[in-house]
Nanobody
């Protein structure tokens, strides 16, 4: 069975850092692009960062550029999101998602993904 398990969330003060991890199993991780998405209370899903299957091509939503870094370790079947300079508006549940295909396109509709993790809460507050 395919599994995506996020970890690393928590409570952090503004300006602080967190590193999220997403451990993947049940599929050939290195064959698929991956995405981090988030959902804040009362808001819709927001697509945060994308990485191609090789870990070479990345894209970010404008609000996190220069603060967040997406990466992957295909040998460890793990996706990461390094978050620096956190702001209260980054507060959300963060999800990792597996692209449905190996094509390096950053889909911004749920239909582009076939598996999701359970989510990890990130709270930025003083």
């Amino acid at each position: 069975d395919v599994q995506l398990v996020e970890s690393g969330g928590g409570l952090v003060q503004p300006g602080g850092s967190l590193r999220l991890s997403c451990a993947a199993s049940g599929f050939t991780f290195s064959n698929y692009p991956m995405t981090w998405a988030r959902q804040a209370p009362g808001k819709g899903l927001e697509w945060v960062a994308f990485i191609d299957k090789h870990g070479v091509f990345t894209k970010y939503i404008d609000s996190v550029k220069g603060r967040f870094t997406i990466s992957r370790d295909n040998a460890k079947n793990t996706l990461y999101l390094q978050m620096n300079g956190l702001k209260p508006e980054d507060t959300a549940v963060y999800y990792c998602a597996k692209s449905r295909t190996s094509v390096p396109i950053w889909y911004t509709q749920k239909e582009g993904y076939d598996y999701w993790g359970q989510g990890t809460q990130v709270t930025v507050s003083s």
